[in-house]
Every structure is written in structure tokens, then in C-alpha cells.
């Protein structure tokens, strides 16, 4: 039984499995493509696509842009977009800039609760140029100060708790025409994360779809039968492709494997041939 997964952080942000590892387990789980999907950077993908040829897994290319709309954030997910184009890369680099902005004014708030946390040991950890909060999670672990990335979101990192900061974030549609300009397609990144109330998640995602939205990333670890249901019916209503992904990031999210999320995951590889026909690859 193939599967697909269309969602998955490397080292080359906040993942702690490096893309031939990542490529490794989705063999074993017997996914026949994926997608790298880090933050805000693109150079995870070379080295899976390598590791991929060993299996025939085939990887497409993509990123995870993360959007601000009315405060909350939304996760914009690009695929099949030319990862090397130097507009999208000096883009992603102003994102990453503005993680460096915000991440020593979090250590600032861990410090003034009395945590012993420098950014470098934070960058020393991370050993990319996307360093997000579950990097300083894993600090926190490994200082023995949290047991779990979940107990330090919940007690410091998590919006409205003591050392959460907010940092620049571009608005969707600028996320979206960013996927678009470099000719990717532009998915909803996890629906059940968008903070809106339910009967107004329509009107958002129509709205996106005048901006540019290729997809709905249906298919998710934590979404539940009945939001799986819900997701793919909004996506059949707006015309939308369905997309689908685990959102892997190893130690982080420890629960969530590579191709099967909690273990019940199963993204049909026939989802495949549509994006590509949409991405002008068939
Ligand atoms: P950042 O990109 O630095 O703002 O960090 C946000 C990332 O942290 C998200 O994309 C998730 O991967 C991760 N995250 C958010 N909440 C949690 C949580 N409760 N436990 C583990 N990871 C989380
Ligand atoms: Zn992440
Ligand atoms: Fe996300
Ligand atoms: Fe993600």
C-alpha cells in the first residue's frame, strides 16, 4: 500500500532528522513521494533528492511560508516550485532575518525567568539559518529545564505565554504570490491550526482562492475523521486541489511518524497526477 506525504521538516530548519534520514523512514512506511517542506528555506531539498533515487521515491520540491491574517498565523505551503529561483530565496531570507530578530528577545524572556539559555547555544543546536522555537524547545530539553517540546510550548514559547514573542510575518497573499512567482502551487497549510471561527472558513479560503490558492492540505496527523471530512468537502466546493502531509519534525512532535502521522494517516497517492497537472507538469 503507497502513500504519499507532502509535509515534512528536515535539520535544514526545525526537524531533527536530516532529509536522508527523513527519506529513509518514508521508504519504510512505503511512501512513494514526498515533499520537503521546511521553514522558510529550501535547501533541504537537494540531499533528499538524492537519498530518493535510491528507492525511487520521487520529492518535490517545496517550502512552508508562515502568514499572519487578524493575528493569528496561517501556513502557506508552496510545491513544485523552482526552489532555486533567487527572488523566492531572498525572500525566504528576510524570513529567516526576521527569526534572528525575534529569537534573542525570547531568550531574553527565558533568561528573565531565571533559565540559563544563550542564542548561541539555541544556533549551535539548530545548525541552520531557520532556527524556530522548537530549536530552542530542544535547549530546553536538553537542559533538562522542560521534559518535552509540548511542556515547553506550553509553559514559555506558545502565543500568550512568558516568553512568547511575535515576529514580522508576511500577510497570506503575499505568501501565496511569493509560491506563485516562483511557478509553485500554493496549498492552506493544516485548517484545523486556522484560527477562525468554522462557518467564516469558507469565506477565508474563498478569499484565498482570489489570491492565488492552488489547495487545502485535507490530510493532516491531528485532523480528526470528521475535519478530514469537513476539509475536503470545502476543497470540493471552492474547486481546490486536496494535499495532504504527517507535518514530521522528529523529536518535537515525537507521536508523529514519516507517511502514517499518528498511525492512521493514509494520503492517496492519486492526489499526485492532479498537482502535477495543475503545477503544468503533465
Ligand atoms: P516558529 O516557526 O519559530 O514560530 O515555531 C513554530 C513551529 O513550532 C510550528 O511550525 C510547529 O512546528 C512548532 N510548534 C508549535 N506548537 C508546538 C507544540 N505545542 N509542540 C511542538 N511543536 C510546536
Ligand atoms: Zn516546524
Ligand atoms: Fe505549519
Ligand atoms: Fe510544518
Known amino acids: 500500500m503507497s502513500r504519499l506525504d507532502l509535509h515534512l521538516h528536515t535539520t535544514h530548519s526545525d526537524g531533527?532528522?536530516?532529509?536522508?534520514?527523513?527519506?529513509?523512514?518514508?521508504?519504510?512506511t512505503a511512501v512513494k513521494a514526498l515533499a520537503i517542506t521546511d521553514h522558510d528555506i529550501t535547501t533541504g531539498i537537494a540531499e533528499a533528492t538524492v537519498a530518493g533515487q535510491q528507492y525511487e521515491i520521487e520529492v518535490i520540491p517545496g517550502v512552508e511560508i508562515s502568514s499572519i491574517l487578524n493575528n493569528s498565523e496561517l501556513h502557506i505551503l508552496g510545491y513544485f516550485l523552482?526552489?532555486?529561483?533567487a527572488d523566492l530565496n531572498g525572500r525566504l531570507k528576510t524570513l529567516r532575518d526576521s527569526r534572528h530578530r525575534r529569537n534573542p528577545k525570547i531568550i531574553e524572556r527565558l533568561q528573565g525567568l531565571?533559565?540559563?539559555?544563550?542564542?548561541?547555544?539555541?544556533?549551535a543546536l539548530a545548525?541552520?539559518?531557520?532556527?524556530?522555537?522548537?530549536h530552542i524547545a530542544r535547549v530546553l530539553m536538553d537542559k533538562r529545564v522542560v521534559t518535552t517540546a509540548k511542556e515547553a510550548f506550553d509553559r514559555f514559547l506558545a502565543e500568550g505565554k512568558p516568553a512568547y514573542v511575535p515576529r514580522e510575518l508576511p500577510s497570506p497573499t503575499e505568501a501565496i504570490h511569493w509560491i506563485k512567482a516562483a511557478r509553485g502551487l500554493a496549498v492552506l497549510a493544516?485548517?484545523?491550526w486556522?484560527?477562525?471561527?468554522?462557518?467564516?472558513?469558507?469565506?477565508?479560503v474563498r478569499q484565498l482562492k482570489a489570491d492565488g490558492l492552488d489547495g487545502v492540505e485535507v490530510y493532516y496527523s491531528t485532523h480528526a475523521v470528521r475535519q478530514t471530512r469537513e476539509y475536503l468537502s470545502l476543497a470540493q466546493q471552492l474547486g481546490l486541489l486536496v494535499t495532504g502531509?504527517?507535518?514530521?519534525?522528529?523529536?518535537?512532535?515525537?507521536?508523529?511518524?514519516?507517511?502514517?502521522?499518528?498511525?492512521?494517516?493514509?494520503?492517496?497517492?492519486?492526489?499526485?497526477p492532479?498537482?502535477?497537472?495543475?503545477?503544468?507538469?503533465l
Request: hydrophobic residues 35%.
Open 114 to 123: 531565571g533559565i540559563d539559555i544563550t542564542y548561541d547555544e539555541v544556533r
Open 127 to 134: 545548525g541552520s539559518d531557520s532556527v524556530g522555537r522548537p
Open 194 to 204: 486556522v484560527k477562525v471561527a468554522e462557518p467564516s472558513l469558507v469565506d477565508l
Open 274 to 281: 492532479k498537482m502535477k497537472d495543475a503545477a503544468g507538469f
Open 245 to 272: 502531509g504527517s507535518d514530521f519534525h522528529g523529536v518535537t512532535k515525537p507521536d508523529i511518524e514519516v507517511g502514517i502521522g499518528k498511525g492512521t494517516l493514509h494520503i492517496p497517492t492519486s492526489l499526485l
Open 16 to 28: 531533527s532528522c536530516t532529509p536522508t534520514e527523513v527519506v529513509n523512514m518514508a521508504h519504510r
Open 82 to 85: 523552482d526552489w532555486q529561483d
Open 190 to 192: 493544516h485548517p484545523t
